[in-house]
């Protein structure tokens, strides 16, 4: 895709070649699939579940299709063959407590990349890429095709093969530990794509990764440590790509007494508190190239920041960013440790790209007030704040429910109040919005589930909208499923309980990501 611009003088500005990827799926189509990140609390299972099966129950019809076996366990259970599951943790123990995800195509194969937080015992590195079509089409044979690469710094780059003896070419997994290369690239907290490079934006610690994708090893990763230009810089969760910048959303650090934002003062290291961060890192892509014997002003002359808290000091907290065309979005989450945000945000990316919307912002009166634009969801329903991620399918902006009040007694539940917005529209009166807790659900039995609620991470798919299922008072596996672009969006709820599932009861639960199957769109 190419955009084309003509100002008033008659200038006509051509932007780059854009390659774009679609989400698809369709009915009775191959490899409609969703696939499943797994959290601390899965087990290590990696799984792919089939989005279409033929209804069990009634004649599938042209506007609907069954999400759940009638015939399983309260109607809600998994088909036999819907789920495919990858025990991660029978390749290496450490593979499991990612923190988001997603899918890319690249010469001709589609993978997933699973993105590091903490697996129980550890922050870790140890990213994952995953041959989502091929590979997962019999997971019998993946599990024994793997390569583990690692860097020691006395021999140099490693590579352990698993007993299918594969090549860097059709490896189903492939395991590559940033540790090894960079002692600090451990614990993110998700990331995004913008082809060729994927990005690690760091969560627990201070230094972003850049992934080449097409070039997928330790010797074409980048790492700059963001901590080492400004020690308050960390604790981000995703962001986006916009032209030659890559922008850090600001979600959540910690704070000592003593010496303030990230403090590594021994006096601080036993009262260190959690603070949500307001600060949102840019950097240009010519500081992945710059030696660190550059100094500091050098290497900082490639960096942009947008300090949301000069507009509203409660405008902090975002649990993810998603650009959609000049226009980016930042998901509210928390204003403290047990404050939640109905703030909304939305960053006019200017003519060019950030960089450029930044500087001339900054020259002029108002700074960067003049390139955001808020919502407060509160003023719709108040019980809209507190939301984990977004996502879009055609001109909607969706909101994934998680939790909007401090609640220990009942054991942090969580809400279901899913958001959609449409993007021309931004206002009070482009909100749609339904509690998926107290709705009849379009399956039988179909009375409403009080426990479709604290979910992770959501996804489209053709018509419909998907939740993962993350914690709701407990871990759990119900997946909610939606007409994401209908004019009613609750008149077709489902749910998939993977807990229910026949093989592994109770196993399937607590996932921190989640992607439909990608399709190619443009190649060139």
Known sequence: MIAVYTDLQGVTYRSKLYKLNYNVESRSRPYSYAFLVPGVESGGYFIRIMLEEDAAARPQSSTTQEFADFFAKLGIGTYSSQISPLKLTDIDSDLTGFEGGFPYNVSGKHYGLLIPYHNGDKFFGKVVRIDLKDGMANVTKCIDSYVIESYDASTGLSTFEGPGDPSSNDTCVYVMDLKSRYPQAVGFRR???????????????????????????????????????????????????????????????????????????????????????????????????????????????????????????????????????????????????????????????????????????????????????????????????????????????????????????????????????????????????????????????????????????????????????????DFHGKIARFEGTGTDMSADLQELCLTYDRKRPNVYKGYRGGFASLWQGVDS
């Open 191 to 473: 990331g995004f794509l913008s082809y060729p490079y994927g990005y690690l934006s760091p969560g627990e610690y201070s230094t972003v990764v850049r992934i080449d994708l097409e070039n997928f090893g330790l010797n074409s990763t980048r790492f700059i440590n963001l901590g080492s230009l400004n020690s308050h810089f960390g604790g981000y969760s995703g962001g986006f790509a916009d032209g030659s910048w890559a922008c850090f959303n600001p979600f959540r650090t910690y704070v000592g007494r003593v010496g303030g934002i990230r403090s590594n003062l021994p006096v601080d290291s036993n009262s260190l508190t959690p603070y949500y961060n307001s600060i949102m890192v840019c950097v240009n892509e010519t500081l992945w190239n710059m030696p660190t014997t550059m100094s500091v002003e050098s290497r900082m002359a490639a960096v942009r920041t947008m300090d949301f808290s000069i507009i509203r000091p409660d405008f902090r907290g975002f649990a993810d960013a998603l650009r959609v065309g000049r226009h980016a979005y930042l998901c509210p989450m928390n204003i403290a440790e047990t404050t939640y945000s109905p703030y909304l945000i939305r960053i006019s990316l200017g003519v060019y790209d950030i960089g450029t919307a930044l500087d001339t912002a900054n020259t002029t009166y108002g700074g960067i007030r003049s390139m955001v634009n808020t919502l407060n969801l509160s003023m719709v329903d108040t019980n809209l704040k507190g939301f984990s991620g977004l996502f879009t399918a055609g001109k909607y902006l969706f909101l994934v429910p998680y939790r909007n009040e401090y609640e220990p007694r009942n054991g942090q539940r969580g809400h279901g109040h899913a958001v959609r917005l449409d993007m021309n529209d931004f206002s009070m009166s482009g909100i749609s919005h339904f509690d998926l807790t107290t709705t009849t659900r379009n399956q039988i039995p179909s009375f409403a589930d009080t426990q479709l609620r604290g979910y992770s991470f959501g996804f489209a798919s053709g018509l419909y909208a998907f939740l993962v299922p993350f914690f709701n008072a």
